[in-house]
């Protein structure tokens, strides 16, 4: 099966700073790779996306870009906010099963 | 559009107790996924089920859990007779799957378990 990987397990960074979470996959064939955040006591919520035919996405202050050759993606936030304090997942899915990392917890500094 | 919905929130059990708990997904989404979290880790997977049917089952330990989504709508997870290490969040996720799969999940809120 699938196996993810996430690091750092452990963010922390000033406000306004940029924050990077890499992960790498295991199985080439994983053709999605979605990025949650989950708030303390809430559920995972999608921040963005990004599919195995494109290299990088951005939405705002957000941006993933993909690697499939060496089989690793990342999340970059830029201008970091307070608010953006979570615990970031990053998934790979194959065959319609989403595998999770094990999450970074970001922790914004005011 | 009300999101995918769990109930209870929280749960609390003594062990060897059973307990269940329900899930009801995105209006016509035709897959479900439940999966566990355990503090500080990213959810794992426990079942996956395609309209009615559970498609991918490997992950659920089914001497003690059991799962069912009947008319391919809403599913119930039992867990008989649980056992401490049971305790963590269980989330059911929906999504309405593409020939390629490559298709955003939707989490409900989760029902946090502690077996006492």
């Known amino acids: 099966g699938e196996n993810v990987e996430q690091h750092p397990s452990t963010l922390s960074v000033q406000e306004g700073d940029s924050a990077v979470i890499k992960c790498t996959y295991s199985d080439s064939a994983s053709n999605y790779f979605p990025w949650y955040k989950q708030e303390l006591g809430k559920r995972p919520q999608l921040i963005i996306d990004i599919r195995s035919n494109v290299g990088e996405k951005k939405d705002q202050r957000i941006a993933v870009t993909l690697n499939k050759t060496a089989k690793h993606f990342s999340l970059h936030i830029t201008e970091t906010q307070p608010e953006d304090s979570a615990v970031y997942f990053c998934a790979a899915k194959r065959s319609y099963i989403p595998t999770f990392g094990r999450g970074t917890s970001l922790i914004v500094h005011p | 559009e009300a999101g995918v919905v769990q109930s209870p929130r929280y749960k609390i059990i003594e062990k060897k107790q059973p307990v269940a708990f329900w899930c009801n997904p995105i209006s016509g989404h035709n897959t479900l996924y439940w999966y566990r979290q355990n503090l500080g880790q990213g959810p794992e997977l426990l079942i996956r089920?395609?309209?009615?049917?559970?498609?991918?089952d490997s992950q659920l330990p089914k001497d003690r859990f059991s799962a069912e989504r009947l008319k391919g709508v809403d599913s119930t997870l039992k867990i008989q007779p649980a056992e401490l290490g049971d305790s963590a969040v269980y989330l059911c996720a929906s999504s309405l799957e593409a020939p390629k799969g490559n298709t955003e999940a939707f989490f409900g809120q989760g029902t946090r378990l502690t077996v006492v």
């Open positions: 089920y395609e309209n009615e049917e559970a498609v991918d």
